[in-house]
């Protein structure tokens, strides 16, 4: 994982699946929820991705080419460096006993496809906060902001706020250090991650929405501008 600004943590989920469209769409997800995402297309390169080094989860399909999902789970379960690795198996297959043989294999947890994203994103973010790769976050409170983390609602002087997924790791990222201004740069590794190609002046086109969702009629705007050097949870002085 590369070095990120302090209070950001990136999980590494390892998704191995070998539907094209289906590792696309994951990999989206899940990177604009702030994950890395490895890739595995079946058994045996999954097992060498964990051996080379090892994710905080395993998204893990049930029916592999050469190795199936279920023959995976049991080798990192016989390891004794995987033995508690988080795996979510993902399958086609909707019997009762396939859930049963699944979970008794080792699997963490079990989803079928099709699947609702909110659902399986609910699901890692529960095994990832449970094995410690994500801690239950708690409160933010700045002035009238305030930030449940966990369960992802912000209000300010107890009006709700609705915010996109990027203005929402914007505004957490600044509440974690307000006062402190930040560029564009580090903003878009903080927010973003460095592994993301994404032009600077993107960090201004979401402080806009950032702003409007934020600042109510009558409020003052706590963004401030730092003219040549960037963004700070803020006031102007005055």
């Known amino acids: 994982m590369p070095?990120?600004?302090?209070?950001?943590?990136?999980?590494?989920?390892?998704?191995?699946?070998?539907?094209?469209?289906?590792?696309?769409?994951?990999?989206?997800?899940?990177?604009?929820?702030?994950?890395?995402?490895?890739?595995?297309a079946d058994?045996?390169?999954?097992?060498?991705?964990?051996?080379?080094?090892?994710?905080?989860?395993v998204l893990l399909d049930w029916m592999l080419p050469a190795l199936s999902g279920l023959?995976?789970?049991?080798?990192?379960?016989?390891?004794?460096?995987?033995?508690?690795?988080?795996?979510?198996?993902?399958?086609?297959?909707?019997?009762?006993?396939?859930?049963?043989?699944?979970?008794?294999?080792g699997a963490d947890d079990y989803i079928s496809k099709p699947f609702a994203m909110d659902g399986l994103l609910a699901r890692i973010r529960a095994l990832l906060r449970r094995?410690?790769?994500?801690?239950t976050k708690g409160t933010l409170g700045w002035r009238d902001l305030t930030m449940d983390q966990d369960a992802h609602r912000v209000s300010r002087n107890g009006r709700s706020l609705h915010l996109g997924p990027?203005?929402?790791?914007?505004?957490?990222?600044?509440?974690?250090?307000?006062?402190?201004?930040?560029?564009r740069e580090q903003l878009l590794d903080a927010v973003w991650g460095r592994d993301i190609h994404v032009e600077p002046r993107t960090v201004?086109?979401?402080?806009?929405?950032?702003?409007k969702a934020i600042n109510g009629t009558g409020e003052e705007d706590v963004?401030?501008?730092?003219?040549?050097?960037?963004?700070?949870l803020d006031v102007e002085a005055g």
Do not use: W
């Open 3 to 40: 070095d990120m600004l302090p209070g950001v943590a990136r999980p590494t989920i390892l998704v191995v699946e070998d539907e094209a469209p289906l590792l696309t769409l994951l990999r989206y997800n899940l990177e604009k929820q702030g994950f890395r995402v490895e890739e595995a």
């Open 43 to 57: 058994g045996q390169e999954a097992l060498l991705r964990v051996a080379e080094a090892q994710p905080d989860l």
């Open 71 to 105: 023959e995976v789970c049991r080798q990192l379960r016989r390891r004794p460096a995987t033995r508690d690795l988080p795996i979510i198996m993902v399958t086609a297959r909707t019997e009762d006993q396939d859930a049963v043989r699944a979970l008794d294999t």
């Open 131 to 135: 094995s410690g790769s994500i801690a």
């Open 166 to 183: 990027t203005e929402y790791r914007l505004l957490e990222f600044f509440m974690q250090h307000p006062g402190r201004v930040f560029s």
């Open 204 to 211: 201004d086109v979401h402080i806009r929405r950032l702003r």
């Open 223 to 232: 963004i401030r501008t730092v003219r040549s050097a960037g963004y700070a």
